[in-house]
């Protein structure tokens, strides 16, 4: 039954977005993070704007600074790309195939190649806030797969080699990372962060590994990018809060959005 297969409940979606949309196929993806949300206005011309209630599988965002729409966009090139609006985090309770229902959505309805943005901790000083990074790998501390069954998924060259090229082409001053994927909703302790340096992480957050999974079993390729929104726990005097996390964010949105703009018209 549809409710209990995550690929069907994904086809449907697809079917929904075509309709809503009048787009038949949406070449590319994107996954809007934290202080990523102006990209959208920046990368092409909108074509709808859906609600995600609208499109089966999806739940509202219940986290401010996060929306609940699926934005259709057609870029100077012709092709189209589907905003997901709409991240389920995993430390909302819903399961792991809510967290990427999304990103199976956007295979389903013809993405080939999938976008993640997120706004994450530095777990290293060198990494300033305000500042993205190209994620070219990743630590899955979440102890969870978005696969079902006996599907071994290799994940080498997860975050395409060729794609982050294309990314440091339109900014060659961009650093690359490994993003770590924490379980949250709490922050690390510093203690975790020191241990998370160590382990070769440089950026930490609450999201993206799990999809990043779920879009190469679906046979996508991945880009990710992470904006450093604030200092790992410990690693600066002050205690982390959401608020300066959309600070930084809202102050680097502009340039955010000008980076995927460049990037997106690449691929
Ligand atoms: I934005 O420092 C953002 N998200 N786990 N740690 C974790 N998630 C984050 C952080 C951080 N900053």
């Known amino acids: 039954m549809t409710n209990n297969d995550p690929k069907a409940l994904a086809q449907q979606a697809a079917t929904r ?19 990523w949300g102006k990209a959208a206005e920046l990368i092409g011309e ?35 790309a589907l ?63 978005p696969i079902e069954g006996a599907n071994f998924v290799d994940l080498t060259n997860l975050y395409d080699a060729e794609l982050r090229e294309a990314a440091r082409s ?9 993003y770590v994927q924490m379980p949250g909703p709490h922050y690390e302790t510093p203690a975790e962060v020191r241990y998370l340096a160590q382990a070769g992480g440089d950026a930490v957050g609450m999201s993206t590994t799990l999809e990043a999974i779920a879009a190469r079993e679906a046979g996508m390729r991945v880009l990710g990018f992470s904006l450093i929104t604030n200092p790992g726990a410990g690693l600066a ?29 690449k691929l």
């Open 237 to 265: 005097a002050d205690p982390l809060s959401h608020a300066e996390v959309i600070e930084v964010g809202k102050a680097s949105e502009g340039a955010l959005g000008e980076l995927l703009a460049g990037v997106v018209a």
């Open 83 to 145: 905003i997901i609006g709409a991240r389920t985090h995993l430390y909302e309770g819903h399961g792991v195939r809510s967290v990427v229902h999304g990103v199976r959505a956007a295979a389903a309805a013809g993405a080939e190649i999938m976008v993640l943005t997120n706004g994450a901790g530095g777990l290293k000083l060198e990494h300033t806030p305000g500042r993205p990074i190209i994620i070219n790998d990743h630590l899955n501390m979440t102890a969870l797969s």
């Open 46 to 80: 909108t074509v709808a704007v859906m609600d995600a209630a609208e499109v089966p599988g999806f739940r509202s965002s219940g986290v401010v600074g996060h929306s609940g729409t699926l934005t259709s966009i057609r870029l100077a090139n012709g092709k189209h």
């Open 170 to 178: 339109v900014d060659p001053t961009l650093a690359e990372g490994v």
């Open 17 to 35: 977005i075509a309709e809503l949309s009048g787009v038949a196929k949406h070449d590319i993806a994107l996954t809007l993070g934290s202080g």
